[in-house]
């Protein structure tokens, strides 16, 4: 068995290097995994809601797509 003394702040700056590394690498990550999210699921804007009313064979009224629009954010 191997024991180490350490200082006290050689200690410390292995514990705040571990600190800064794991945030550091935890941005990353949930900064990719948020990038795929978004991939898969883009936020729905007007042009969206155009296309698909046009996909139904309907044209949409500005109103109609402003109060689509205002339902899908007050559903949040």
Known sequence: MLLVYLPWWGLTLILLGTLIVGLVVGFFVSRK????????????????????????GRTPSEKQVRQIMQSMQQAK
């Open 33 to 56: 995994v948020f990038q795929n999210y978004l991939e898969k699921n883009p936020p729905i804007n007007e042009k969206m809601i155009r296309v698909m009313f046009q996909q139904m």
